[in-house]
């Protein structure tokens, strides 16, 4: 894959991300859910690394998408500074320092603490005073097995719900939970936890307290739990291509990767036997061989995990490292691969006719997990976007 238009910085490494493929993402999954299911995109961490704004201006005008899920306020600030009017909501604690903020851009707050609504309704009054008459919409966050954040389920908790209903300058939007499990083969703990969801609401229900929107899957839920889209399910690492799991079935649902990751070969020597390569001298070759120096390293994310483990590919074949991967360069063998030169084109991860490299295979190799991996692709990478085939946009961060 050879990209035009690159700039200078994409020379020596750049990820590549195909918004049609988060499109096609997006489609897939939306066809297990039914078509009144309010699809929220999971974009906290700059889109699992994958960058938040270009992926939320794409998706913004899907058909059946309600908005954007962050884990912070100061990440859906961006999403309304780059010009993004879809709802926002931020599925962590947010601090009241930025209540005021988050009530004048409509950004929907998770709550779970009885100060937290009091310090909405001062947020509000201050609002007020200043001529924005804005409600607070929230969403109370029912915590059915995670431990995490979150009400319990509990009869004695519907006093916070009530709470909440009661407090001026709040209205009651939504009403979800979280699974710890449902990316195992194994589905008693998250149709435990959904059972739990499910009579508190109907608990609510019953004492007066009906919140339109009720939500609980994630993307292994949307896969495999059809019973528990409600009003709303919330995607995130499916939206970028990636399995939640190992565990998933994937015979049900075809995910394309959207990320992919590319750079060049600087330097080739040969050396000989006896010779070691990379700090700590842990490998040592045993033949001559030929090794190709790559510029990146774990200040990219190409983690120290991997050294000695992992495969890139160059010219279609599998290229393994060579020792320790260093914070901005490391070696591969190339002897077998006499088409690799200094200028070469090497894939880090992705594709190359019948070859691949996956996140999933990077992530379970290095310790992380794909989610961690994905997250933390450093930000001196640049990202550059591409939509039928073009690249539509370079994202390059100043400060790193
Ligand atoms: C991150 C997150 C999601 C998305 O989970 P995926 O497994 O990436 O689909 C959904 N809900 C909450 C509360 C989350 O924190």
Redesign the pocket.
């Known amino acids: 894959m050879r990209e035009e238009n690159l700039t200078p910085a994409c020379q020596r490494l750049y990820a590549r991300i195909d918004l049609d493929a988060i499109k096609s993402n997006v489609k897939q999954l939306k066809s297990h859910l039914s078509p009144k299911c309010q699809f929220i995109a999971?974009v906290?961490a700059d889109g699992y690394g994958h960058g938040a704004v270009p992926i939320a201006r794409e998706l913004e005008e899907t058909e059946g998408l309600w908005g954007f899920?962050t884990a912070t306020a100061e990440e859906a600030f961006a999403l309304r500074r780059a010009g993004i009017t879809a709802p926002i909501l931020v599925?962590g604690y947010a601090f009241p320092e930025s209540y005021e903020q988050m009530i004048a851009e409509q950004i929907r707050f998770t709550v779970f603490r009885e100060d937290t609504l009091t310090e909405i309704s001062r947020a509000c009054k201050i609002l007020e005073k200043k001529g924005i008459h804005e409600k607070a919409r929230v969403h109370i966050k029912v915590d059915t097995g995670m431990n995490r954040i979150g009400i319990k389920p509990k009869e004695e908790e519907t006093a916070f719900v009530e709470r909440a209903f009661l407090t001026e300058g709040v209205a009651v939007e939504g009403i979800f939970t979280?699974f710890a499990r449902a990316d195992e083969v194994d589905k008693t703990s998250a149709q435990g936890q959904l059972k739990l969801f499910c009579r508190f609401v109907e608990l609510l229900e019953k004492k007066g307290y009906r919140i339109p929107m009720r939500h609980c899957a994630?993307?292994?839920g949307i896969m495999e739990m059809p019973e528990a889209g409600m009003d709303g399910v919330?995607?995130?690492?499916?939206l970028y291509g990636l399995w939640?799991s190992q565990e998933m079935r994937r015979d049900q649902i075809s995910l394309t990767p959207a990320l992919s990751l590319y750079g060049r070969i600087v330097y080739v020597k040969e050396i000989e036997a006896g010779e070691a390569v990379s700090y700590g001298g842990h490998f040592v070759a045993e033949r001559k061989m030929r090794i190709a120096t790559i510029p990146a390293g774990y200040a990219d994310g190409y983690c120290r995990g991997l050294s000695g483990k992992a495969h890139v590919l160059i010219c279609g074949r599998r290229a393994p490292v060579l020792g320790r991967i260093c914070m901005d360069q490391f070696m591969v063998d190339v002897t077998d691969i006499p088409g690799a030169v200094e200028g070469t084109l090497v894939t880090l991860i992705g594709r190359e006719g019948e070859e691949e490299i996956t996140m999933e295979e990077l992530g379970e190799m290095s310790g992380r997990f794909s989610?961690e991996f994905a997250c933390c692709l450093g930000k001196r990478v640049p990202r550059v976007y591409i939509k039928k085939g073009r690249v539509v946009e370079i994202r390059e961060e100043e400060n790193f």
Do not use: E, F
């Open positions: 999971v906290k899920a599925l979280h994630n993307s292994a919330r995607a995130g690492i499916a939640p989610y």
